[in-house]
């Protein structure tokens, strides 16, 4: 008799390294422009996001001092 496989997990694969994984809600038209904008620079919307944060992250923190 065969032997039993372990059933795949569901849903995509974690990312490599040492990122993680962040569930946000927005707004379906802004997706939208994310991965239009993502495709059209061939990159992620995963890509496009992080840089954005950290460009927003700056500012605020320049805001603060």
Known sequence: MA?????????RKPPDGTKKQFLSSMDP???RG????????DTTASQVLETAAKEWLERHRAVKR
Request: hydrophobic share 50%; charged share 35%.
């Open 29 to 31: 038209e802004v997706i």
């Open 34 to 41: 994310i991965k239009v904008a993502a495709a059209s620079l």
């Open 3 to 11: 032997e039993k496989k372990p059933a795949a997990k569901r849903g």
